[in-house]
């Protein structure tokens, strides 16, 4: 089992400090917690989340009673003639006012309806169930993306270190050649190639800070923090050799949005078992209390009321609607085979995913021993190679190759550590493993 890979002792990797005291140090926890607590995606999805635990309720599902309460007043002007056997009885009038009254309160229960009631409830727990996957899915991408953008900042540090060491390296060639010039032993051609160099790195160094300073606001964009926070980060990539692809393979079907996936076929069962319920018969209860009035100013009735409670019961039975619930049930069939090829495919890719991205993180792995030594060689044959060129037993020409392979070396080193590094982190995220 290889032990963890710690860059702290290499001198490559500790980052000269480029920010002022102000700079406060940004530490990769901080950068996660900030963007677990400020994310806009995490919050939406956390409104998603909201709205499917309202959703999550029994009134929602239909099992609660419905009552509703009614009241209409109409007031009227008409014209009265009536006839009786008796003529003299007889009455004829016109603008006759009259007033009708009708209110009641009205309540109603489903008793029976092909336990569509039952299968909706569990199909709203089963999407609260999913929206939490989701949410939890969301959380280990921002987790994963912050940390990715954070040791890219490291590693882009470590390459302005490479640059900066190899700058050093130039000035004492310029500062040499000019004190071997004093006495006569050097020309004006080393001279101006050792001051074109220098001002190669130069402008190298300050275009790396330009690709620090971006990575640095995109990393701020995630954090929902202003675009001036200034902070400074940590100065070490630590990559965990220990990852073994038989657990992650093992893990990785614990994945929020493999779960997610498979809460999506029980939900698409559900939605089937509703749909085949509305081919079944629906009783329900209803019960309530109702008042009706009717007043005239004229007319055999003058005075009319009723009202009183009333307890019933209603049967519906679909005999045919067009073939409509037939179609939708099957349609609700084909829902539920997609859910179940769509969960394949996701456990197929996921698969796939952890296989490559293990691959690419052993090969990383295997190279770190040996690029760490390669680094460490480089370095000591531009010191080398500085002290003969100081006592002219090297030339200009010997030095610029030394530089050459000295930050070829650093920026291979740094991006192999940064590569197992994200490589790390991916593993980690596909198999539900991301903690800091």
Known sequence: MQKSFSFTAILFLTIISLATKAQQKLSLKEAIQTALKNSYDIKLVENTVAISKNNNDYGVAGALPSVTATGNENKN????????ADPSRNTTKTAVDGTTVTAGVTASVILFN????QTTKERLAALENQSNSVLQNQIQNTTATVMQQYYNIVRQQAYLTTIQKSIEASQQRVDIIKTKQKVGVANDADLLQSSLDLNALVQAKQNQQLIIDQAKEDLLNNLVLPSNTQFTTVDSIFVDTKLLLADIEKLSVQNPSIQSTEQQIKISQLIEKETRALMYPTLRATTGYNFNSNKSAAGFSLLNETYGPFLGVNLSIPLYVGGASKKAYKNAQINSASAQLQYQNALTDISTNVVKTYQAYQNNIKQLPIETENYQMSQALLNLVMQKFQLGQATIV?????????????FRLVSIAYTAKVAEIELKRLSNQLAF
């Open 77 to 84: 002007t008409s014209t009265i003639q009536q006839q009786f």
């Open 114 to 117: 092909g336990y569509r009631v």
């Open 398 to 410: 010997d030095v610029k190759q030394a530089q050459q392979s000295f930050e070829a070396a650093g």
